[in-house]
């Protein structure tokens, strides 16, 4: 009781501005360390919904129902051999994998999973995360280009062109939420989509076009099929990351994944109303459950991510396209008119 009463006393007589520091850096490494493992685990649950959707068993050697997997998939990239082609440039190549990586981690910064519950609650955090995933695509064409190879340098260019494509209508779906919520801040807008009605009450069901068309472009922004023809392995034998091995390859994939996550938590907190619960009501609206909340719904969303890749084909290059351009920009550009003239008539808000 002395030791801790002296630890106390040695906590409270450190400056405020490094409290404040120490307290920042602890939530960092609590995140971080949670999306780390969500990231491992998510390959693990990809695998066993994808076997259960085409009848086979996945990863069950490895611990109890095959739990291990994760790490031990991690322990042997790790202490793979990384091999740098003799052509390429060796600082580009190194630094690609990185930047993607740290990029997916930094987006997080400013989800709520929870009242208060937020690294950095900014006002401006929908512009924060927009660019942010705006930059991804910068790590993908480094790796491209500094392979020092042609099936590289194409999955490169057809992602540039698929993220400039997709990231437009995500911009106006965008705007639409924050019409809606009159806040281009996170935590406001999930505590816009407070109603008496729960679920009824999120955006969903008003935006429910541009929730579709996010929920789709997110595939698109992830390079998820049937949206990747980023990787291509029928044509390009995985495409900008074809010549990474051992950790460098692994930094892609946790990139992927957290982005893939990322996407699924930012269509929680746009559309499904975030850490509340579907039925307001006492015990299901307890503060403490918040998270869980955050947590169920992105998994849901999570899981069409793998639904999508074990039901569609891998679309061609041109219907790619024309779905982004024809299709999507238009909806989503129009949606946006009627969603503001129903803001200037009703005000934003739920509408139950």
């Not at 900014?122 to 099936?151: E, P, R």
């Not at 307890?286 to 039901?311: D, E, G, M, N």
């Amino acid at each position: 009781m002395a030791e801790f009463q002296h630890f106390l006393d040695w906590w409270m007589a450190l400056p405020q501005a490094l409290l404040v520091f120490l307290w920042i850096l602890l939530w960092i490494v609590v995140v971080v360390a949670v999306l780390m493992g969500s990231m491992a685990y998510s390959t693990w649950l990809e695998r066993k919904v994808l076997a259960a959707m085409h009848l086979r068993k996945g990863p069950n050697v490895v611990g109890p129902f095959g739990l291990g997997q994760p790490i031990a998939d991690g322990i042997k990239l790790l202490f793979k051999e990384t091999v740098i082609p003799s052509g390429a440039n060796r600082a580009v190549f190194v630094l690609a994998p990185v930047l993607t990586f740290v990029l997916a981690l930094v987006a997080w910064a400013v989800v709520p999973w929870g009242p208060g519950m937020v690294l950095a609650n900014i006002n401006v955090g929908i512009l924060y995360l927009f660019a942010i995933s705006s930059l991804g695509v910068y790590g993908i064409i480094m790796a491209g280009w500094a392979s020092n190879s042609k099936y590289a340098f194409l999955g490169a260019m057809r992602s540039a062109a698929q993220m400039v494509s997709y990231e437009v209508s995500m911009g106006f779906v965008l705007v639409t939420v924050l019409l809606m919520a009159n806040s281009l801040n996170l935590s406001q807008i999930v505590e816009a989509q407070h109603g008496h009605w729960g679920a009824a009450s999120w955006f969903w069901l008003p935006l429910l076009p541009m929730f579709i068309v996010f929920i789709i472009s997110g595939l698109a922004e992830t390079n998820r099929s049937p949206f990747d023809l980023v990787e291509g392995e029928s044509e390009l034998v995985a495409g900008y990351f074809v010549e990474y091995s051992s950790m460098t390859f692994a930094l892609f994939f946790l990139g992927e994944y957290i982005n893939m996550i990322l996407i699924s938590g930012m269509t929680t907190v746009l559309f499904l109303g975030g850490w509340l619960s579907p039925i307001d009501i006492f015990p299901l609206n307890y503060i403490w459950l918040a998270p869980v909340w955050f947590f169920v719904k992105t998994v849901c969303v999570f899981f069409i991510f793998l639904w999508s890749r074990a039901t569609f084909p891998r679309f061609r290059y041109d219907q790619l396209m024309r779905l982004g351009w024809k299709v999507f920009l238009p909806l989503s550009l129009g949606y946006l008119v009627l969603v503001a003239g129903w803001v200037v008539v009703h005000g934003p808000g739920p509408l139950l």
